[in-house]
């Protein structure tokens, strides 16, 4: 899998946007991005994936650049519930060894009041 | 619809001793994985098991862990004799098909080896 570097911390105010950035330089033609986030002492939650349109769902949006590179997560009104650690994972949908998430060091995203 | 739940959330255990730690699979899942994460680390893949099958155990000690997920019951992650370098979290997750786009998460248990 795709080796992916994220900014250590970030901090948001309450309220507003949220924009993680991912860097997946090495990313394959068929590995898609996905987003996990932990929150303080729980287990991981998965938050979207994508291969290359940009996705949206009722927890984030996901934008993929059009060379595959890079990828922000955005959550359009932080709240401080979303203050966790957010994890960028390159992988292969199906076939292989893809089971095995492969977890950095993440992004710890403060959320402010 | 109950998540992935595991047991103990909490194990205290002396050095030499035994741990346990279960996980019981989302409904209709039969496809369980475990990972451990070590303080301030990100999680590492451990175990991959289907139903009375370990599927890949390439990222698991290959003394004193075992795990099994038999016919009947939860998952079982079991380690003997206890060391220090032990303590983490241990999660599992669960899925209904192989590979899984959504692996979903339990609480994790967290062993502390004394």
């Known amino acids: 899998d795709a080796k992916t570097t994220q900014p250590p911390s970030m901090d948001c105010a309450e309220g507003r946007a949220a924009n993680l950035p991912c860097n997946h330089s090495?990313?394959?033609?068929?590995?898609?991005v996905y987003w996990y986030r932990q929150i303080h002492s729980q287990g991981p939650q998965y938050i979207i994936h994508?291969?290359?349109n940009n996705e949206t769902n009722e927890m984030a949006s996901l934008i993929i650049t059009e060379d595959r590179k890079s990828s922000t997560l955005i959550l359009p009104h932080a709240t401080l519930r979303d203050t966790a650690v957010y994890y960028c994972i390159v992988r292969v949908e199906s076939g292989g060894s893809n089971y095995k998430l492969t977890f950095g060091k993440g992004t710890l995203l403060t959320v402010n009041p | 619809n109950a998540g992935v739940m595991q047991n103990p959330r909490h194990l205290v255990r002396r050095r030499g001793q035994e741990a346990r730690l279960r996980c019981s699979p989302m409904k209709g899942h039969s496809h369980v994985y475990w990972y451990r994460q070590l303080p301030e680390e990100g999680l590492k893949f451990m175990v991959y098991l289907q139903k009375e099958n370990i599927i890949d155990e390439s990222g698991m000690p290959k003394e004193r862990f075992s795990a099994e997920f038999p016919k009947e019951g939860p998952s079982i992650l079991r380690i003997q004799q206890v060391v220090r370098g032990d303590s983490a979290a241990y999660f599992c997750?669960?899925?209904?098909?192989?590979?899984?786009?959504?692996?979903?998460f339990g609480p994790g248990t967290r062993l502390t080896v004394l």
């Open positions: 994508g291969l290359k």
């Open positions: 090495t990313i394959s033609g068929n590995e898609y």
């Open positions: 997750a669960s899925s209904r098909r192989d590979g899984g786009n959504e692996q979903f």
